[in-house]
């Protein structure tokens, strides 16, 4: 079977054959797509359960605090570096008029000081604004773009780590979800589980520290029988960190295998790298497929005119008018176009709406629960509840974006699938033979069931620096995106001191108190409003860049393709006779390259037999 | 200290007369009336495998709950004292049926009979046992479980919202603070929130580190690092409003080692006698415990060994063994002393039994308040006047509150130092002489350099009132034991 490396390169000699600069950019896009892969996998569950161990067991090396009162306060990326290093990143102000597009700010620390900058302890909730801590190591495990990122532990006292883990969740490639040996789910994890794994399906359950407790296998069966019973059709799997550290130190293969982390590191190389890698490579086969669609454009109608000079009015009648439907593509009146703009437009609105109501009752209820107590001594209990029902509520509505923007760009593939489709059935190239087959070539990959938006995904994956176009909240921008409420607690806390020392009346102690709820979700809601607007109208551009270019190269196709076709008119006998085989043989080694691209964007080799 | 237990006896006869005739609230205060003779009742609860069953069967000193790996209480049961061991369940109807005990077997002495949970309202356990004469123990279903029905059996129990809650005082398991916890002990306190009764918050719940062995990798220094993190805990404010304190706690080893075997025994023995690297590599994890290869100690005896005291207390036994205690009796006392769980029994005699009348006329006085308030009848408008003068009066009380005020909300406008130095000085003063564990070189206060301070504070006019009103009741607190040399 071809590599995917092989298939590019043919694939970027014809486009230098076919002199198109647009589309061997789009193949360079993909080659390093290919290339310098990012595949990037959380680790996420409640607090003390061993996530930070479980990453320091896989990338051997002591990088995320471990201890007995140690948590997590920020998350910690690992990817594969040549030297080891580490650095913080904090979000950075936009640039003017680029409000929607997160920038960061990257500060190199020693590695060993990672521990001081992401634990609770020496950065309690946070309160340095990190966004993460990326470090990088030389590791086998991760040489193939494998990145793992360790969470914040949910479930703790500050809710916020759940919203900013569930926020964070869209850009990853796979989660694993940790849980120790010591009891079987409880509700609230299967409930995180569950709603985790709608924003990233590729999921597998870890149990770890098996080297405590004598009944884990009993623990093991019990929890697979809680994931069968919730539908949650995921691989468990049992590991002890302590066992594979000192399996690592003492050289115990026999140890090793009982950590467990054979079978975990099984499962990161063939379920998680390999499936990403059989991605990528549909995702260049693709591309691949799209060139070969456009040269063919290109080239067929020439080689039927000068086979058939007579349908020569015919065939440039064709192109002219699958040019112009190619033109209107573009334009913004096109169908793709205003389903984008409306619908965009509609979730904006439902979006404000539904956030509003959310807020709004939240504060009625705050409001209740105010007039029943005294707001000078529940004040903290208030806020902290208030807190978090925010928070929850915007977790929600994160969710829901998210889902509606996946719904949207799903209905915009769609559309304008089916409105490219019929600009090239529109041309009757005559008797060339089974051209209008080949030239809807998309349809090959359809039948491996990727559909339209997942095409659309994979393709464009990791071309934005990594971040995925539908993540809503762009990854850990999200977290950013939580920081400005945190920050207005301020308001409250300065109301708390305010409350304490001026010795009001109660009920104007209830009035400053509902003054301050209704303030603080007002300015919630202004927040969220403006943040969510940003970073939709971010995705809403980059979709329809996406298709403007798909558009464009399919115009310059079928311009290309005019010109010749009319040359061919007046074409030299030895003109002709130069041309007609060449150009044979230039569509015949598209067919042997759309061969190659189906092949390798097939249904996807377990990666296990690709390296065989 | 006298005097509040008598008022609310006599308010309870009082409220007895004004109900004369009226079945359903008369019911109600005979309940109360009822309940004021019973010994107090302590709830043990916490999320689900927290370790609650393991616990209560080591502060019974007998394996009466049953306890596994999985979740396995799933209705609460109640244990009481009485002259023989007897078990019956109530079933939703009411009516009760006897359920057969069995002896030996070393597992649980009785079970549900064949009944399913969901048609069972409670168990009842009475046991011989002098701790129960004290107070009546209650095992709770866990919460958070993804059995939401049992998990519903606790909450309804221990949440005072909307009626009179069950129980007096709560044991409560944490592993971690989760925010589940939270909201249970907030749920507990839920009625006294909002109430003139809120101050009172966090004087009847003990916080327990449970599992306490198995941190830091079940080292042989799990204990001392629990210890640390259960000051943390204690020390962390949303706790400390919700507790009185958290004790660690090794249920697993306690359990172990008040029911140890003379087999247990032999085993801890036999393999406190291998060599270091043949336990070392038993104990490597408690796969290997129990599959190593090793003719000394057959792995029938390892796999019961681990299952009763699990890896830290295999390997604290064996430490303790090589260090002396190697008599039966020296080692399960060593074991259960490690263990935390006489820290937790001391706490509980001092605090719950010593102030249990207290607590129980609290209860009561929470009671009647709610059976006042939703039967309005002649005399009833006077009764609540005295509840509320009750409330006011009972300077035990108020100090009871007033502690439960300072480690919540501090003293506006006076430094820390001070916060502690009054919360040491009502802790010093409350009944049983408090429970919190006395800090290395801790006197007691000098009263009279104590009343002079709090003088000073309640006369500065430029402090906040409630500040002032705080410094007054410790003033007071001060002249009582310096009048009266308390013993």
């Not at chain 1, 201890?67 to 080891?84: K, L, N, Q, R």
């Not at chain 1, 020439?302 to 112009?324: C, F, G, H, M, V």
């Not at chain 2, 009742?41 to 019974?60: D, E, F, I, Y």
């Not at chain 2, 290869?293 to 299952?307: G, H, K």
Request: charged fraction near 25%; charge should be negative.
């Amino acid at each position: 079977m071809v590599t995917v490396e092989k298939m590019l390169e043919h694939a970027d000699v014809m486009v230098a054959r076919a002199e198109r600069p647009d589309l061997a950019q789009r193949l360079a896009n993909a080659s390093r797509r290919w290339q310098d892969p990012s595949i990037r996998v959380f680790v996420v569950g409640e607090f003390k359960q061993g996530k930070s161990t479980l990453v320091n067991a896989l990338i051997n090396a002591p990088l995320c605090p471990v201890g007995t009162d140690v948590t997590t306060s920020v998350a910690t990326m690992v990817s594969a570096g040549d030297e080891p290093s580490a650095e913080l990143v904090y979000s950075a102000p936009s640039l003017p008029g680029h409000e929607e597009a997160p920038r960061l700010r990257r500060v190199p620390i020693p590695i060993d000081e990672v521990a001081q900058h992401v634990s609770q302890r020496h950065n309690p909730d946070n309160t340095s604004h990190l966004l993460y801590v990326h470090a990088r190591l030389p590791r086998p495990l991760l040489a193939d773009g494998l990145t793992l990122v360790d969470t914040p532990g949910v479930g703790g006292l500050n809710s916020s780590h759940a919203a900013a883990t569930m926020s964070a969740l869209p850009q990853a490639d796979a989660l694993l979800f940790v849980s120790d040996g010591s009891a079987e789910y409880s509700d609230a994890e299967l409930e995180f589980l569950a709603a985790a794994l709608r924003l990233c399906p590729n999921a597998a359950a870890v149990m770890t520290k098996t080297d405590l407790y004598p009944e884990w296998r009993r623990i093991v069966e019990i929890n697979r029988g809680h994931l069968a019973r919730a539908g949650l059709a995921m691989p468990l799997i049992p590991v002890s960190a302590r066992l594979r550290l000192i399996a690592a130190r003492t050289n115990d293969a026999t140890l090793n295998e009982e950590s467990g982390f054979s079978a975990l590191v099984r499962h990161l190389r063939l379920d998680v790298v390999g499936n990403a890698r059989a991605l990528g490579a549909t995702a260049a086969a693709n591309d691949v497929m799209g060139v070969v669609e456009n040269l063919r454009a290109q080239w067929q109608p020439e080689l039927a005119a000068y086979n058939d000079p007579q349908s020569l009015p015919r065939i440039t009648a064709e192109l002219d008018t699958a040019k112009a439907r190619a033109q209107e593509l573009k334009e913004r009146s096109s169908r793709w176009q205003i389903t984008l703009s409306d619908g965009i437009a509609d979730i904006v609105s439902d979006l404000e709406h539904d956030l509003r109501e959310r807020l709004r009752a939240v504060g009625r209820e705050a409001e209740a629960s105010i007039d029943m107590g005294d707001p000078g001594q529940d004040w903290e209990q208030v806020t902290a509840w208030l807190d978090e029902r925010i928070q929850l509520a915007l977790s929600e509505t994160f969710v829901w974006a998210e889902d509606s923007l996946a719904w949207l760009a799903d209905q915009v593939a769609q559309h304008f699938e089916a409105s490219a489709h019929d600009t090239l059935v529109g041309i009757d190239v005559g008797n060339t033979g089974g051209l209008l087959d080949r030239v809807t070539g998309l349809g090959d990959l359809d039948r491996h069931e990727v559909s339209p938006l997942q095409k659309v995904l994979i393709g464009m994956r990791g071309s934005y620096g990594g971040v995925l176009m539908f993540g809503l909240l762009t990854g850990f921008a999200g977290m950013a995106l939580l920081n400005p409420i945190s920050l207005g607690a301020g308001i409250l806390l300065g109301g708390r001191t305010y409350l304490d020392d001026k010795e009001n009346r109660l009920r104007a102690r209830r009035a400053e108190a509902k003054n301050l709820v209704r303030r603080r979700i007002d300015d919630t809601i202004f927040q969220v409003n403006k943040n969510l607007k940003d970073r939709l109208r971010w995705a809403q551009r980059q979709i329809r860049d996406h298709y403007t270019t798909v558009a464009s190269e399919l115009h310059t196709s079928l311009a290309e393709s005019m010109k010749v076709a009319v040359a061919t008119a007046t074409a030299s006998k030895v003109e002709r006779e130069r041309r007609v085989p060449w150009l044979t043989k230039q569509l015949s080694l598209l067919d042997q390259l759309a061969r190659e691209a189906a092949e390798l964007g097939g249904p996807l080799p377990r990666p296990a037999e690709a390296s065989a | 200290m006298t005097g509040t237990p008598d008022a609310v006896r006599a308010l309870v006869d009082r409220a007895a007369r004004v109900y004369d005739g009226a079945p359903g609230p008369a019911a109600q205060v005979r309940a109360v009336r009822d309940r004021l003779a019973e010994p107090i009742r302590v709830a043990v609860a916490g999320k689900v495998k927290a370790g609650k069953s393991t616990l209560l069967n080591a502060l019974l000193g007998e394996r009466i709950a049953a306890t596994d790996a999985g979740e396995c209480t799933m209705v609460t049961t109640w244990y009481r004292h009485g002259p023989a061991p007897s078990a019956s369940l109530v079933l939703a109807d009411g009516s009760r049926e006897g359920l057969a005990l069995r002896r030996a077997s070393g597992g649980p002495p009785f079970d549900l009979g064949g009944r399913q949970p969901g048609e069972v309202a409670w168990v009842e356990v009475t046991w011989p046992l002098p701790i129960l004469e004290q107070l009546t123990l209650i095992d709770t279903p866990g919460i958070g479980s993804l059995t939401r029905e049992a998990s519903q059996r606790t909450l309804d129990l221990v949440r005072t919202e909307g009626g009179t809650a069950g129980v007096d005082a709560l044991v409560y398991l944490m592993r971690h603070r989760h925010a589940a916890d939270l909201e249970l002990l907030h749920g507990f306190h839920a009625d006294t929130r909002t109430s003139a009764l809120k101050d009172d918050a966090a004087l009847n719940v003990i916080g327990v580190l449970s599992r306490a062995d198995e941190l830091g990798e079940q080292g042989i220094d799990a204990m001392l690092r629990a210890q640390e993190l259960a000051d943390t805990y204690a020390r962390d404010p949303e706790v400390r409003q919700l507790c009185r304190g958290v004790l660690p706690v090794a249920g697993l080893l306690a359990q172990g080692a008040q029911t140890m075997t003379h087999d247990d025994f032999i085993a801890v023995l036999r393999f406190a006698e291998l060599p270091k690297p043949r336990r070392d590599r038993l104990t490597l994890s408690a796969s290997r415990f129990v599959g190593e290869d090793e003719p000394s100690l057959d792995a029938a005896a390892r796999a019961a060994l681990l299952e009763r005291l699990g890896l830290f207390g295999v390997r604290l036994g064996a430490a303790l063994v090589r260090m002396g205690f190697d008599t039966p009796a020296a080692l399960a006392e060593e074991l259960t002393r490690r263990s935390g769980l006489p820290a937790l029994q001391e706490a509980l005699r001092a605090s719950y039994a010593s102030s249990a009348e207290l607590l129980k006329a609290r209860s009561a006085l929470q009671a009647l308040t709610r059976i006042v308030a939703a039967h309005p009848r002649a005399g009833s408008a006077e009764l609540e006047e005295a509840l509320d003068e009750a409330f006011g009066s009972a300077a035990d009380l108020r100090e009871l509150h007033l502690l439960a005020r300072l480690r919540r909300d501090g003293l506006p406008g006076l430094p820390d130092a001070d916060v502690e130095r009054a919360v040491r000085l009502l802790e010093w003063a409350a009944p049983g002489r408090a429970w919190t564990p006395r800090r290395r070189g801790e006197t007691d206060p000098d009263l009279g350099a104590e009343l002079g301070a709090w003088r000073g504070v309640a006369n500065d006019p430029l402090l906040p009132h409630g500040t002032r009103q705080a410094a007054e009741t410790l003033g007071r607190l001060c002249e009582r034991f310096m009048s009266a040399p308390s013993g």
